[in-house]
């Protein structure tokens, strides 16, 4: 009986059934092969002790190894699997059969043959590991077989050797019983305390593993704080700035206007030159209001603003901010579809932009390229399959195949301590993710690195 700890647990009964089941189906099994050898291999026997009967027993043991043989092609039905237990009751009973065929054909109480009996009661008890009913069942099966062979032998002839086997046979069965009572305890309690043992460590391993996400998702939102903090500073500080700057734009657009109209005053000759000047000077002035506007709306935080944005603009805003890292002896390819733009927030596309240009120049800056190659970065644009893409491809040193598929996690950086914390893709990724688009990143290490952002066309 298993233990009153487990009973009421139905989830560990049904587990320890069917476990039970599977275990029990490999002992009968090894069972059947057992009998399979040792029944013919008694021939050797009958040829010393009744050499008389050796032909007959012969056949009465090659029959009994080719039934048992046959209750093998039982196991693979699902009606042996199901009533398997007490298909191994009845598996103990054929050579026990036979033997008392044996008992009663030689010398019933008197035969040597009844060592066999014992024989398959120890297997009962050591190979079948069957529940306490089970054994008692069996055991007695084969006492009355026993006694049933004797005295249907004839007369007892010697009852003191009749009592002193069936003594034997009677004590081999309760200790065969009692064993397998305490045994099958055992056995249940033991696959208890491992199944609950087995189901503790996986729920620990799912809260770990819930808490890995949670403290990641706190890290993503520390990492996030600090960058809409950063940003908050900025545009606070920008603004002044930017209105300092403006001020005197202003009045310098306005003198700007007043020579422009001065121009037809300068003599012929000094005209085209003069207005050459004027225009150079005008294109500064809008230059910097171009970098005064970008300015303004990047710093203006506000997720709430979706609109489509030409591609054209998104890339001519971020190539106007990284302007100051980029160096002369980089080439700059662009292969942009005209017309082409992406829904989204245009603040938040830049920084992904940013990112991905600033990532190509650190990237550039630590290649040795050999003579006859340039450090180049192409951006190419275009719409495919109801997708709108973009791509930006540097062809530096490339990302290593065994970290391709961490660089989107958060905090992984191939970058020197102090260089990044490893969160500006980890971003770009959730950012892309959030207009329903995603980023692809491919990589042959020498060669190129290109990654791919993908968006819905709207409709």
């Known amino acids: 009986m298993p233990d009153r700890e487990f009973t009421d647990h139905e989830e560990i009964q049904k587990a320890y059934l069917e476990w039970d089941r599977a275990a029990t189906i490999a002992n009968f099994r090894m069972a059947c092969y057992l009998g399979v050898v040792l029944m013919p291999a008694g021939t050797l026997l009958d040829h010393f002790v009744y050499p008389a009967w050796q032909a007959e027993f012969f056949k009465a043991r090659l029959l009994s190894a080719v039934l048992i043989g046959g209750w093998l092609g039982l196991l693979v039905t699902a009606f042996a699997r199901k009533h398997c237990r007490w298909l191994g009751v009845a598996l103990a009973l054929l050579p026990s059969s036979f033997m008392a065929y044996m008992i009663y054909r030689t010398d019933g109480a008197a035969s040597p043959y009844y060592a066999g009996l014992n024989l398959v009661v120890l297997v009962v008890g050591f190979v079948m590991h069957w529940t306490f009913l089970e054994s008692l069942l069996a055991v007695s099966l084969v006492l009355l077989m026993y006694v049933a062979a004797c005295f249907g032998n004839g007369p007892i002839k010697v009852p003191g050797v009749f009592f002193n086997n069936l003594y034997f046979l009677v004590l081999t069965g309760i200790i065969v019983a009692t064993g397998r009572f305490f045994h099958s305890k055992l056995r249940f309690r033991e696959f208890a305390l491992r199944y609950q043992l087995d189901k503790n460590k996986k729920q620990l391993e799912d809260q770990n593993a819930a808490l890995e996400t949670a403290n990641r998702q706190i890290k993503e939102a520390e990492a996030e704080l600090v960058q809409s903090e950063k940003l908050a500073s900025l545009g606070r500080m920008s603004a002044g700035i930017i209105h300092e700057i403006n001020n005197p734009l202003n009045f310098a657009k306005t003198g700007?206007?007043?020579?422009?109209?001065?121009?037809?005053?300068?003599?012929?000759?000094?005209?085209?030159?003069?207005?050459?000047?004027?225009?150079?000077?005008?294109?500064?002035?809008n230059r910097v209001s171009g970098i005064v506007s970008s300015l303004r709306g990047f710093t203006h935080h506000d997720d709430?603003?979706?609109?489509?944005?030409?591609?054209?603009?998104?890339?001519?805003?971020?190539?106007?901010?990284?302007?100051?890292?980029?160096?002369?002896?980089?080439?700059?390819?662009?292969?942009?579809?005209?017309?082409?733009?992406?829904?989204?927030?245009?603040?938040?596309?830049?920084q992904v932009c940013l990112n991905l240009l600033e990532n190509s120049l650190d990237a550039l800056k630590i290649k040795q390229f050999p003579a006859g190659e340039s450090p180049t970065i192409t951006i190419s644009s275009r719409v495919e399959n109801g997708r709108s893409l973009?791509?930006?491809?540097?062809?530096?040193?490339?990302?290593?195949?065994?970290?391709?598929?961490?660089?989107?996690?958060?905090?992984?950086?191939?970058?020197?301590?102090?260089d990044g914390m490893g969160m500006g893709l980890s971003i770009c990724h959730r950012i892309v993710q959030s207009y329903g688009g995603e980023i692809r990143v491919q990589s042959e290490p020498g060669r190129f690195c290109e990654f791919t952002l993908e968006f819905p066309v709207k409709g």
């Open 256 to 285: 700007l206007y007043t020579l422009k109209n001065k121009g037809k005053y300068i003599a012929p000759e000094q005209r085209e030159e003069y207005l050459d000047i004027v225009k150079d000077v005008e294109d500064g002035f």
């Open 304 to 350: 709430e603003i979706h609109e489509d944005i030409p591609v054209a603009d998104l890339l001519e805003a971020s190539l106007r901010f990284v302007s100051h890292e980029w160096s002369n002896h980089i080439r700059l390819e662009k292969n942009l579809t005209a017309g082409q733009t992406v829904h989204a927030n245009k603040n938040k596309l830049i």
């Open 390 to 418: 973009v791509s930006f491809r540097d062809n530096g040193p490339g990302i290593q195949p065994e970290i391709l598929g961490k660089v989107f996690d958060p905090f992984f950086t191939t970058k020197d301590v102090g």
